[in-house]
């Protein structure tokens, strides 16, 4: 069975990014204790918008590796798969025996796409101890509203706490 996880970072007024798309402010809360090595393990698929690809030109050896873009048709490279279109299309589409634990990236765009259409099956969102008054809010136009069931939580040593919920499907 195919499923959907956001799994991302946040501040706590709810913001991903600064409004130039910056996430350097991140960068204070990253420790030994605060790691993401094993979950990205447990993913086979990683699914992200083409903003976020942009900006951190990120690659997953080994994993099917997807980028949502508007110009899907004329793009093309190594380690990278190209696609656009619906959402649940694609997801309906992938192998279900190769495609099981799907980790989306982000962006908010693409974040608000999948929630619209029903995409997504578990959320961890870690919420940073910062403000930043501004910039590129996780949540973006939502048009449908999830009912989600907390799962659990957990507190870190430098203020991070993270957010388990299932989305009912």
């Excluded at 990014?17 to 350097?24: L, P, Q, S």
């Excluded at 699914?47 to 793009?75: H, I, L, M, W």
């Amino acid at each position: 069975m195919k499923k959907v996880i956001l799994y991302i970072a946040q501040s706590l007024d709810g913001y991903i990014a600064t409004k130039d798309g910056g996430v350097a402010w991140l960068d204070n809360y990253f420790s030994d204790e605060f790691k993401t090595e094993k979950f990205i393990e447990e993913m086979d698929t990683v699914v992200q918008g083409n903003t976020t690809y942009e900006q951190f030109k990120s690659k997953y050896p080994g994993k099917n590796c997807y980028v949502f873009s508007k110009k899907a048709d004329t793009r093309s490279e190594e380690g990278v798969t190209f696609v656009k279109g619906r959402i649940v299309d694609f997801i309906d589409g992938l192998d279900k025996n190769t495609h099981k634990n799907i980790w989306l990236v982000g962006g908010a765009t693409l974040i608000t796409n999948f929630l619209n259409e029903n995409q997504i099956d578990e959320m961890k969102i870690f919420v940073m101890p910062t403000l930043l008054g501004d910039g590129i809010a996780l949540f973006q136009n939502i048009k449908t509203i999830p009912k989600l069931t907390l799962q659990g939580t957990k507190d870190y040593s430098n203020g991070v706490v993270e957010l388990q919920y299932v989305v009912a499907k």
